[in-house]
């Protein structure tokens, strides 16, 4: 019987017209294929000719298609004979609602009515093709195979192509090829389990998210800001379920949970699920929209981004993505490329993994599992911690990063990561109060990752529950007026050491940064700071007052009168009113700092060296300088970048709609 040739497809059947059937229509026409699509009205079908229609237009007025619209649609016929849409076909693509009763009668039709060696897909996104196959002749099965477009389908680059048990190699091979025909990523699904790789992790994502709000941890906005603003996502989950279509989800809660999944549909989605609150398609889901069928972004408060902790939204989806490696499933880098062509996520979920470490991934799936035992970390990440393959930090985890170099000192540990130097605050049992020894030591520390040519970035952090309560007052207790003249000296060269290092400077605030530790903690470019952060500059309570810049670098930070008051009265600020003065850029949960402190420091390690290290004096000579010869420095730095290869590849880029590389050339 054999299976067709990809250059001799040239009929084909849609069988469904919705949402994604058209699309699949619309898609295989473009590519010059005769299209049957098959609806059981002629209502259903009359909306898919206007959509398709409408999408054809305005891709050909963007230039995406070249064929006048037209043209492509001559190549569809509509009908709601399936027995016609079926006849002689060589491909089938059957696109009806999730139910495996209606994909059986779709399938028995195409065994009888299409050519013997037609290629029969499915764009089911949860019942595993086998089960769907099982419908044929035995003879027909191996000419099965899963096509699971996302939505919306033509501007989508990205296609699972599922293996079923009968699925042959000719027929996967077959479905790869004409996804990367359409200009696609095909991502090969290796073995045949409900939902694949895709709605296994929906699944996951908003079973997380919705039990987070179930529980009273956040609502479905303070979720959906952390997600935007601290993650980079284009939308939140909830934003994603009400622009989908919340009973799309439901589905396939159901239909994987019914096939084994452990799971269960949040209380939450069922009820709304019940209540017809659907999302953007009702009107109403989440959000409220202002009519049934009508999008409007949501606007969601950056303010609440601080409130959750994002790895407990994260976590299931790496523990599910172990389960698929671990059966075979999927590659890490199958799973990341769905995440992010798919779901549009900067980072796979797997980076996420390695960057927030898989030892607090374990910590934090061990802590939803007291709720929800179906949440137990799954042996390949519980044996990955024990390995120590943490992730990023070990160097190892489900990626390879190469050697992680640490150094330690007395009261230091220099560990390099690629392109992030991290100094490492490592006088945990004194909560990191600093010495002469140490200052010394963090200075040599930042000038060795200022000349080390691999390292773009550099974060200072301590070990602990502080980052540095400051000055060690047993030192402080033997000063005399001199010695303390010569410590107050030693504190600025440091802070202006930092302050003035030719490298972006993060300082990851965890606990307690008082007096010197806030001053040094001032020096960097940016601080993040867990939310349990406490900063001050106290030494008015031991009869002193701050000496190592803090009188006057919190007063270009917060203004004169607050200044005044927090070292007045020794206040210590909470990190949410730190950020609210001006004195913290971004808050996150204690659980993430380091994670988020490391995502950060990898963003700002893909912008171009020398553009951020003429910002950093530019915006220096700002806080130094009279106007006119703050404007000058920044005319003159603004000029001489246009002598970079960077400068041009970025300009290039932007012209080319494609992602910079920046070289630090």
């Known amino acids: 019987m054999g299976l067709v040739k990809f250059e001799d497809i040239r009929n084909a059947a849609v ?96 065994a009888a009515h299409a050519r013997p060696n037609a290629l029969l897909a499915t764009n089911t996104g949860s019942i595993p093709i086998t089960e769907i196959a099982e419908v044929l002749p ?89 997600l935007r603003y601290r993650l980079g996502l284009p939308m939140g989950v909830f934003e994603m379920v009400d622009f989908s279509g919340l009973d799309v989800f439901y589905y396939y809660f ?57 790895l407990k939204v994260l976590a299931p989806m790496i523990n599910e993505g172990a389960f698929l490696i671990r059966e075979g499933v999927a590659t890490a880098a199958d799973i990341d490329t769905i995440m992010k062509l798919g779901f549009g996520f900067p980072l796979g979920v797997m980076e996420y993994g390695d960057i927030f470490g898989l030892d607090a991934v374990k910590s934090s799936l061990e802590t939803l599992a007291r709720h929800k035992d179906f949440y137990a970390p799954d042996p390949m990440i519980s044996g990955m911690v024990a390995e120590g393959r943490l992730g990023v930090r070990s160097g190892r985890g489900f990626y390879e990063y190469g050697d992680v170099k640490e150094e330690r000192m007395r009261g230091v540990v220099v560990r390099r990561e690629g392109q992030i130097g991290w100094i490492v605050l490592n006088r945990p049992e004194v909560l990191n109060a600093m010495d002469m020894e140490m200052m010394d030591e ?53 802070a202006e050491r930092v302050e003035r290092c030719g490298k972006p400077t993060i300082c990851a605030i965890g606990g307690y ?42 007063v270009k930070l917060v203004g004169l009168g607050r200044a005044l008051w927090m070292m007045m009265m020794g206040e210590q600020l909470g990190a949410l009113d730190a950020q609210q003065y001006g004195l913290v850029n971004l808050v996150v949960q204690p659980a993430t700092l380091e994670g988020e402190t490391r995502l950060l420091a990898r963003r700002l390690a893909s912008m171009p060296p020398m553009a951020l290290r003429s910002i950093k004096a530019a915006a220096r000579a700002a806080a130094d300088s009279p106007l006119e010869r703050g404007l000058e420095v920044e005319a003159a730095h603004f000029s001489s970048l246009f002598a970079t290869r960077d400068a041009k590849e970025g300009i290039s880029a932007f012209l080319e709609k494609r992602r910079p590389t920046f070289r630090g050339e």
């Open 513 to 554: 940064a008082l007096g010197g530790g806030l001053e040094l903690a001032m020096g960097c470019d940016i601080r993040i700071a867990a939310e349990d952060a406490r900063l001050g500059l106290p030494e008015i309570n031991l009869g002193i007052m701050p000496g190592g810049g803090g009188t006057q670098r919190l």
């Open 254 to 310: 159901e239909e994987t949970i019914r096939r084994g999944l452990k799971e269960e549909i949040p209380a939450i989605v069922k009820r709304m699920f019940e209540e017809g609150v659907l999302g953007m398609k009702s009107g109403r889901g989440f959000y409220t929209y202002p009519a049934p069928g009508v999008y409007v972004r949501v606007s969601l408060p950056r303010s609440a981004a601080h409130k959750v902790d994002v």
């Open 15 to 110: 069988i469904g017209a919705g949402t994604m059937g058209h699309g699949i229509a619309e898609q295989l026409a473009i590519l010059g294929i005769n299209v049957r699509v098959r609806d059981v009205s002629p209502g259903i079908l009359k909306s898919a000719r206007e959509r398709i229609e409408w999408s054809l237009n305005k891709l050909y007025k963007r230039g995406a298609i070249r064929e006048e619209p037209a043209k492509v649609l001559d190549r569809i016929y509509f009908t709601t004979s399936l027995e016609e849409a079926l006849a002689d076909v060589e491909l089938m693509v059957e696109a009806v609602p999730e139910r495996l009763e209606l994909k059986h009668e779709v399938f028995r039709a195409a």
């Open 138 to 226: 035995e003879d027909r099965r191996q000419n099965t195979v899963g096509l699971h477009f996302f939505n919306p389908v033509v501007l989508m680059p990205i296609v699972e192509v599922v293996r079923g048990r009968y699925t042959s190699d000719g027929a996967l091979g077959l479905g790869v090829k004409l996804v990367e025909y359409m200009g696609k990523t095909p991502v090969i699904v290796r073995k045949d389990v409900p939902g694949f790789i895709s709605n296994r992790m929906s699944v996951r994502y908003i079973g997380a998210a919705a039990r987070l709000v179930e529980w009273g941890a956040a609502t479905p906005a303070e979720v959906d800001a952390a």
């Open 442 to 494: 963090v200075e040599g520390a930042v000038g060795a990752l200022e000349r080390d040519p691999d390292v773009r970035v550099i974060v200072i952090i301590g070990a602990g529950r502080a980052f540095s309560a400051g000055a060690d007052v047993s030192m402080l207790s033997k000063f005399g007026p001199g010695d303390a003249y010569a410590f107050s000296k030693r504190e600025h060269r440091l």
